[in-house]
């Protein structure tokens, strides 16, 4: 590198400012559900019936222990509906089982055939909000569990930010280095780059209410594994049924919320809320090859810009200083170039070593962060090829 990329390492010296200053605002405003309280014994007598919905497909290894999870729950007015969805593992039995001998209002529902034209787990959702009793509706993937406060102070969080639909970003259990490199990057991914705050109250430096109204849905996004809608929302903003076909349609719906005029937030849920995505890397590969093009919306053009700044920004720098270093000719401009790209590998180090220690992560995990984004680069490769091929994976045992 001489003097001809010195303008993509000020590029870069911008765009990591511009990304620090999100993580401060996250650091501030993305709230943990810890930080929320229960309300008082002496309401229960108004507390909102909560319907806990749970589609589970092939979970055998996962759905005990978020059965138990909800069973320690203080929140006292409960119902939860389960829906086996045509597992091919001890699923439902183990559900049945638990729900033979369990104090719980809880009802095991064999999910119907899936018609044409819907994904599998949104027509799994769509049965269990037609199945659902309470005010409030709260779908938990079956690899999430839960602290004993934790749907009590989640209905509380409603209530404090007069919310229609909210979202909880699960702590991620990361046990392998795969899920320490790569599970951490997807996170990181939000906390980087989108402020949170945006998606329950708009930027105010963008002028005027119209503009501001328009631009909220873009800062819109959900995490599907915890998501909790007020009945009259869920039904008034479409439900499952309007994103039937979406891969993404955490996402999806988190945008048709703010659009049919609700109001959001997200919070994480250190502490609170607990999620093993995966277990192997065979389980991460597939996993994050189905949602990783249509987490940018189908588009080719924003896929492309977003591997070609990862590639310059993440990428080329630690390249460079490695190739400036193992350089030994006294070449002109080398110590500069040194640098530069000293800091620009640094700069994105110590950002994710802030986000781990906020989010409690393994200390190593800020260390793979390079690994992260390189697996992250090839995987883009691999989606484009599935585009170009007509190809792609399974999940859980169905052609996606």
Not at 180 to 192: E, G, L, P
Request: overall charge positive.
């Amino acid at each position: 590198m001489t003097v001809p990329l010195l303008p993509l390492a000020g590029l870069a010296f911008l765009f990591f400012f511009i990304t620090t200053l999100i993580i401060l605002h996250n650091k501030k405003h993305f709230k943990g559900v810890a930080s929320l309280s229960e309300a008082s014994p002496a309401e229960k007598t108004s507390y909102p019936k909560v319907s806990v919905l749970i589609p589970a497909r092939n979970e055998e290894r996962n759905i005990v222990r978020l059965l138990e999870s909800i069973g320690n729950q203080t929140y006292p007015s409960l119902e939860i509906h389960l829906v086996d969805d045509h597992s091919e593992d001890n699923t439902r039995l183990l559900a049945d089982e638990f729900a033979s001998t369990s104090h719980l209002d809880l009802t095991v529902h064999y999910g119907l055939d899936k018609p044409e034209g819907w994904l599998g787990k949104n027509w799994a959702c769509h049965q269990l909000a037609k199945h659902a009793y309470g005010d409030i509706l709260i779908f938990l993937d079956a690899d999430t569990w839960l602290a004993p406060t934790t749907i009590g102070e989640i209905v509380s969080g409603l209530h404090q930010y007069k919310l229609d639909f909210a979202t909880v970003w699960p702590h991620q259990v990361m046990a392998t280095t795969s899920e320490k490199a790569i599970v951490s990057t997807v996170y990181s991914t939000i906390i980087t780059y989108l402020p949170t705050l945006y998606s329950y109250r708009a930027p105010g430096w963008i002028p005027g209410k119209t503009l501001r109204n328009k631009v909220k849905p873009m800062f819109a996004a959900a995490c599907g594994q915890c998501m909790i809608f007020t009945r009259e929302a869920y039904r008034e903003s479409g439900g499952h049924e309007l994103v039937k076909d979406e891969i993404v349609e955490d996402v999806m719906l988190a945008k048709q919320v703010i659009r049919s005029g609700k109001v959001m937030r997200m919070f994480h849920g250190t502490d609170r809320l607990w999620c093993r995505m995966y277990n192997s890397h065979s389980e991460i590969f597939n996993g994050f090859r189905k949602n990783f093009f249509a987490g940018f919306g189908n588009k080719l053009i924003p896929f492309l810009i977003a591997w070609l700044l990862h590639l310059g920004f993440y990428i080329l720098p630690p390249a460079v200083f490695l190739s400036a270093v193992m350089d030994i000719s006294p070449a002109m401009y080398q110590y500069e170039v040194m640098t530069f790209s000293a800091s620009l590998t640094l700069i994105p180090l110590l950002q994710r070593i802030w986000i781990g220690k906020f989010l409690m992560w393994p200390k190593i995990s800020a260390l793979l962060y390079l690994p992260g984004i390189l697996w992250f680069q090839m995987l883009a490769i691999v989606v484009l090829l599935d585009r170009m091929l007509k190809t792609g994976g399974t999940w859980k045992g169905r052609p996606l």
